[in-house]
């Protein structure tokens, strides 16, 4: 919603790469991902994945971090469905909002790495805070 009011705006795109992110012209763009009960696990397991191997890329746990930071209600998720990012397969934006909240928790990784730092501090100049 902060976002949102600095006038920035949220839209999807269908890329090969369910974690491509960018921003240009105001407008964030992320791949659209479906979320389901099968992506619950393998996200989950993806991050674990990345945690007990250390010299991964962590993608899959910057991506969502990001999603985390974005979501915080079920009208975030319902911001982020509208604009093409996500497809809701699961029973409520709750429980996606829920999933995303517990997604990294008590999880470890290097922000100095994070692919997204360039998104971050792009969208920290337009809005004039720290983001990342």
């Known amino acids: 919603m902060k976002l949102k009011r600095a006038g920035l705006r949220f839209a999807g795109k269908n890329k090969c790469s369910s974690m491509d992110v960018s921003f240009k012209d105001g407008v964030i763009e992320i791949s659209t991902l479906s979320i ?52 809701i397969g699961l029973n409520s934006h709750e429980e996606v909002a829920y999933f995303f909240h517990r997604l990294c928790m008590n999880v470890y990784y290097n922000n100095g790495k994070n692919y997204l730092r360039n998104v971050y501090n792009n969208v920290a100049q337009v809005e004039g805070t720290d983001v990342a």
Not at 37 to 65: K, M, S
Request: charged letters at 20%.
């Open 36 to 87: 389901s009960g099968r992506t619950v696990p393998i996200l989950r397991n993806l991050i674990a994945f990345e945690q007990c191997y250390p010299f991964t890329n962590n993608h899959v746990t910057f991506f969502a971090d990001l999603m985390d930071r974005l979501i915080k209600t079920s009208r975030h998720v319902s911001i982020l469905e509208e604009a093409g990012i996500l497809r």
